[in-house]
């Protein structure tokens, strides 16, 4: 029991950066409860771009898994797959993909503690995948910036009056980062 826990750490720590890769859960608890993850109702959340490693994270591998719902799906050429963390704890991480329109070229960073993230206002719909609002902070700005650990932390959006400790509900995750269900509504 004791190596399962070990090996499953281990896995959890690989994945902090947001380079491993993620499954077709991701994107369909992304779709399913992404927009409750906001205090407010409003589905409005903000987290730093991660890059997502080449295998199997296209806009076709995210469409497929939340059958085409988001109405994006229907141009699917006309997007490139990303995804945003606003907050991370312990093992839990508020992952969320979001379609980015290609002709806004937003450079995903290494790792949040690379410190040279841009962070994104995004809209999480029911049903969809996030809709990019508008680029909310660009490396040195300060408008946005990442507050924590490797392990534990969030974003924090001065400029915009948003913190995801006071203004994101509680949730639940696997390993993964899959969206699995929001408490305190």
């Not at 070990?6 to 409860?33: H, I, Q, W």
């Not at 469409?63 to 719902?69: E, K, L, R």
């Not at 070229?105 to 962070?119: A, H, K």
Request: charged fraction near 20%; include cysteine.
């Amino acid at each position: 029991m004791r190596k399962i826990y070990l090996l499953a750490m281990l896995m959890a720590l690989a994945g902090l950066e947001g380079c491993s890769t993620f499954s077709s859960s991701l994107a369909a608890g992304t779709a399913d409860y992404g927009q409750e993850l906001a205090k407010n109702d409003s589905g409005i959340l903000y987290g730093p771009l991660l890059k997502l490693p080449a295998s199997d994270n296209t806009v076709k591998f995210a469409c497929d898994a939340i059958q085409n719902a988001d109405k994006r799906c229907a141009h699917q050429d006309d997007y490139v797959l990303g995804v945003i963390n606003p907050q991370r704890k312990a093992l839990a991480m508020a992952k969320i993909l979001v379609l980015i329109p290609k002709d806004q070229q937003i450079q995903p960073c290494n790792g949040i503690e690379s410190g040279g993230c841009t962070f994104l206002k995004v809209q999480a719909e029911k049903g969809g995948l996030g809709r990019v609002i508008e680029i909310a902070s660009v490396p040195g700005d300060k408008k946005c910036y990442w507050m924590g650990g490797v392990g534990i932390g969030h974003t924090v959006c001065p400029a915009y009056g948003w913190d995801a400790d006071k203004d994101l509900r509680d949730f639940d995750s696997t390993l993964g980062g899959t969206i699995t269900g929001v408490y305190d509504k």
